[in-house]
T-cell receptor, first 111, second 115 residues
Framework: GEDVEQSLFLSVREGDSSVINCTYTDSSSTYLYWYKQEPGAGLQLLTYIFSNMDMKQDQRLTVLLNKKDKHLSLRIADTQTGDSAIYFC???????????FGTGTRLKVLA | NAGVTQTPKFRILKIGQSMTLQCTQDMNHNYMYWYRQDPGMGLKLIYYSVGAGITDKGEVPNGYNVSRSTTEDFPLRLELAAPSQTSVYFCASINEDRVGTGELFFGEGSRLTVL
């Protein structure tokens, strides 16, 4: 079945870049996503990438996809304290309408 | 705009009790989902629905039931609560033509504790 793995914690200093990594198992996933969850709230979509792309940039966010290794990463440039949150990688399981989420990475930004 | 509304926000149940978590969306979305979130485990899909009258099991459906009699409502029922069902539950919805974008709308969550 589908599985999405992430490291649980990441700590960076304000102004540095953050890189959050994710591995997935379903090689036929058409879309891959990054969501952000702030304390006490539901998830919000940050960005997504189509599986035929290697990279997508959206302001401070850069998504890299290595389809061969089934590896997805999210880079946040100039990380701010407001970026402190849990970040989830997710895939759209091929041929279904299911979204499978990773374990989430808690990003802590130190002032 | 209300979006996705979940009730209750908090609930404590005794082992063996039953309850229903309510989820309503006012965006006329076809697809609705129930997830549970446990620390270090991420979100696990319990059940989902692609339209009124149609429901399907997700990754962790045991101990839960759902129904979808209208487009707006997707209640989640726990029949015999167990401590393993202590979790935060999220309802989400998306319109059919946005499925690829992953632009899910999430409720604020319902925190359930079973003692």
């Amino acid at each position: 079945g589908e599985d999405v793995e992430q490291s649980l914690f990441l700590s960076v200093r304000e102004g540095d870049s953050s890189v959050i990594n994710c591995t997935y198992t379903d090689s036929s996933s058409t879309y891959l996503y990054w969501y952000k969850q702030e304390p006490g709230a539901g998830l919000q979509l940050l960005t997504y990438i189509f599986s035929n792309m290697d990279m997508k940039q959206d302001q401070r966010l850069t998504v890299l996809l290595n389809k061969k290794d089934k590896h997805l990463s999210l880079r946040i440039a100039d990380t701010q304290t407001g970026d402190s949150a849990i970040y989830f990688c997710a895939e759209n399981a091929s041929g279904t309408y299911k979204y499978i989420f990773g374990t989430g990475t808690r990003l802590k930004v130190l002032a | 705009n209300a979006g996705v509304t979940q009730t209750p926000k908090f609930r404590i149940l005794k082992i063996g009790q039953s309850m229903t978590l309510q989820c309503t969306q006012d965006m006329n979305h076809n697809y609705m989902y129930w997830y549970r979130q446990d620390p270090g485990m991420g979100l696990k899909l319990i059940y989902y629905s692609v339209g009124a009258g149609i429901t399907d099991k997700g990754e962790v459906p045991n101990g839960y039931n759902v129904s979808r009699s209208t487009t707006e409502d997707f209640p989640l029922r726990l029949e015999l609560a167990a401590p393993s069902q202590t979790s935060v539950y999220f309802c989400a919805s998306i319109n059919e033509d946005r499925v690829g974008t992953g632009e899910l709308f999430f409720g604020e969550g319902s925190r359930l504790t079973v003692l």
